[in-house]
């Protein structure tokens, strides 16, 4: 595959006690983290009422969205998106699971229904009021290597930008002994064909993608996504590239012009 490219206008971010994009640049620098960070998002993008039962994971991924499209000053409503998320809510999936096996009828229709891997996806075209494309995506460990293809494709494709978003939270029950996953953690880039932002060049290559961790891949190892940390690391820090994950004996190579 040739390399894509993209220019990042907008990036989002969100980790426990890391609650924006600054914050984590400042701890990749500083390694200080900010006071009284909020234990939870609290996406703007819904109502009140929806934001309280909106699970974490969605959460997130408002979160960061939303601060990815406000650092682009784009409007989200505009753009196209993928929402990339290894096990959408797996906390959800492992009570109705629990609860289908000892009282079906007891099912929660609103936990049903933030049971589905694109309920993320649903809550922001709704709370967005957008009607652009938006895709869900789900490949192991190298989801994010593979959002960040496809939102890249779509670029190539024509569009004019892209939002990708990416995110996972805490696992529980039974689940959580296949599938584990630790904490809240989410990311987010506004992509254009052009711009003045820092410049993406990815090419997929043969390789099984490991380096040391930086800053804020030490921090979250245990997240699902952290396999998205290495991109956020570099920009972080300022490095010129980075090596993702995209699957079986193939990696994401990835390389950072400013």
Known sequence: ?????????????????????????????????????????SPQLLAPNERRRAPGSVAVALEVALAACQAAGRDPASLPSVFASTHGELAITDYMCETLAQDPTAISPTKFHNSVHNAAAGYWTIGAGCTEAATAISAYDATFAQGLVEAMLQLAAGSEAVLLVAYDGTASGLLSTMSPSEGLLGGALVLTREGDGPRLSASLRDGDASAAPGPLSARAPRNAMAQMLPLFDALATGSDGAVLRAGPHRELALEILR
Do not use: C, E, H
């Open 1 to 41: 595959m040739s390399a894509l490219t993209a220019s990042i206008a907008g990036i989002g971010f969100w980790n426990d006690g890391l609650p924006d994009w600054s914050a984590a640049q400042a701890f990749a620098a500083t390694g200080a983290l900010p006071d009284a960070a909020p234990t939870r998002p």
